[in-house]
């Protein structure tokens, strides 16, 4: 270590008070730095200066402790390493008396080099904090309490049952235990017996449901992973047909379907595009856990599991809605090949749809047809088409049909586009000999119950965000709705009154079924097959 430096590093913290010049005050010292710096290099060139500090040096080296000599106040203290005064010895003056509060520069240190016992810092060890454990593979496992409560239940179903419990024994534990709906056991059955073995024994059960943590899952997650394929993250629609093919077979609202297999399947089918329609957001077909959570399918398969009127499952399981919208796929399809073209569709809702929203369908944009075959639509794509038609209030209606009016894909609707489609509607009006509504009109409208952010184009965004998008729509390409937009039809008006929870794709198709349900009775009775009619019965439109 080099004296001269640690010098130099010395003198910016001279206590000036430690000179002991009584002739010499602190304030000319400061207002003389130059002063001050003569005096200590006159002081450190001294014999016993050096010898000092070369002593402390070595101290410092060997990690002893440092005493300071001539640090301390009091005025007896000295020794042999006390410091060497620049006066020769008995010519030096009194010293001043000094205050008690000391030199400004001492007060200012908080503690003295001889206060640290060492020029090297004293780092502590930092406290180790134990974090708990946040993250399980498996889940969290379940608490004590929780365990007790589950594995004494299990106890109980399987007490009488000491092989095991078969695939018809083992509802009341998926209800009871796993507090799943009952049409869940065949899948949940299945899962546990991988090897097949027709039955299901308790330490199979609780090695499932208690030791792999699935106990302390939310309901979401637990029938995620009941229902998915091994190692697969997302839900196909295949995953869904065991529990609709046990939902078929004990639901008691669906009984009259027993003899009728290939209705069974059609309404399996519509809920599984239902469930993918709503909660399936990326429409790729792989349903995810994060959708899953989000959407509403949990809550309609408890109340399924528990409504034994079917009807009144609105979201996902109505016969109703599977009854309305088969039925018009049916009449589309002419030749029954379960396909239909662009000149069925146009037959849609008694020729409501304009030829250029067609065009725009069968061109696949708002979504790829799953026919494999080319200008053909299949039940699947039309299920998906009937649904954003009939409920314009859904986000994925209204991003069905944004898709279909952004004619160049750059995700926002000008005025020129939204008058592409009007040509044709106005041009059915006049057809019709009603008074036409010229663009410009249309498009103020438009402007006006939308509000959209800039006046010059529309997004989906703004669409969205207004409860009245959907008679843009149709106002655009839908004839018959358009007029009774119009009209302000009051029995529209006052069944949204008075069913405001109801959607007006629910109110489509219960109005609908009771029409078609009518209809079918109305040719029994022609047929001769049916019980007289009724007169006294109307329908309540």
């Not at 000319?28 to 200590?40: I, R, S, T, W």
């Not at 394929?229 to 078929?248: A, G």
Request: with cysteine; glycine share 4%.
């Amino acid at each position: 270590m080099d004296i001269d430096r640690v010098v130099g590093e010395e003198v910016c913290c001279l206590d000036t008070g430690l000179l002991q010049l009584p002739e010499v005050s602190s304030s000319v010292l400061k207002e003389n730095p130059q002063l001050a710096e003569d005096l200590f290099s006159q002081w450190i060139s001294l014999s016993d200066t050096s010898r000092l500090v070369k002593t402390l040096i070595d101290d410092a080296k060997a990690g002893n402790p440092i005493n300071i000599p001539g640090s301390s106040t009091n005025a007896s203290a000295g020794g042999v390493n006390s410091l060497p005064s620049m006066f020769p010895a008995g010519s030096a003056p009194p010293v001043s008396p000094r205050s008690s509060s000391g030199s400004p520069c001492t007060s200012k240190q908080k503690t003295s080099p001889s206060s640290l016992g060492s020029p090297l810092k004293l780092v502590r060890e930092p406290v180790r904090e134990v974090i708990p454990q946040f993250y399980f593979q498996n889940g969290r496992p379940a608490a004590s309490e929780l365990k007790e409560n589950c594995l004494s239940r299990i106890n109980h179903l399987f007490r009488n049952d000491l092989d095991g419990l078969l695939i018809d024994e083992f509802k009341p534990v998926t209800k009871i235990v796993c507090k799943l709906p009952s049409f869940f056991s065949y899948a949940l059955f299945t899962k546990i017996d991988v090897d097949c073995t027709g039955i299901v024994t308790r330490d199979a059960f609780v090695k499932y449901w208690v030791d792999s943590n699935m106990l302390t899952l939310d309901v979401a997650t637990q029938i995620f992973n009941i229902l998915k394929q091994p190692d697969c993250k997302y839900l196909t629609q295949s995953d869904f047909k065991p529990i609709l093919r046990e939902l078929l077979a004990t639901h008691s609202g669906l009984e009259f379907l027993q003899n009728t297999p290939e209705f069974q399947e059609r309404y399996a089918e519509t809920v599984i595009y239902r469930i993918f329609y709503y909660i399936n957001r990326s429409g790729n077909g792989c349903l995810t856990l994060r959708e899953l959570k989000r959407g509403n399918l949990i809550d309609a398969m408890h109340h399924a599991d528990e409504e034994d009127d079917i009807n009144k499952v609105i979201r996902y399981f109505s016969y109703e809605h599977f009854y309305v919208i088969y039925c018009k796929f049916w009449e589309l399809d002419t030749d029954h090949d379960f396909l239909i073209d662009k000149e069925n569709l146009v037959r849609y809702g008694n020729h409501a749809l304009t030829y250029r929203i067609v065009d725009r369908i069968f061109s696949q944009v708002p979504r790829k047809f799953t026919s494999n075959v080319e200008g053909k639509m299949c039940y699947e794509d039309f299920v998906y088409f009937m649904l954003s038609e009939e409920d314009k209030s859904s986000e994925p209606s209204l991003e069905y049909w944004f898709k279909c009016l952004d004619l160049d894909g750059n995700g926002v609707l000008t005025p020129n586009e939204l008058q592409y489609f009007y040509e044709e509607q106005l041009h059915r009006i006049e057809c019709m000999a009603q008074e036409p509504v010229l663009f410009e009109d249309i498009l103020c409208q438009i402007v006006d119950m939308i509000a959209p952010e800039r006046e010059d184009y529309i997004t989906l965004r703004d669409l969205k965000g207004c409860k009245l998008s959907g008679n843009v729509f149709n106002i655009l390409f839908n004839l018959n709705k358009f007029v009774a937009f119009e009209s302000r039809d009051p029995f529209l008006i006052r069944q949204e009154r008075e069913e405001p929870t109801l959607t007006g794709g629910d109110r489509f198709a219960h109005r609908e079924y009771i029409r078609l349900s009518m209809e079918e009775d109305v040719e029994d009775v022609s047929n001769g097959s049916a019980e007289v009619w009724d007169e006294s019965f109307e329908a309540p439109f």
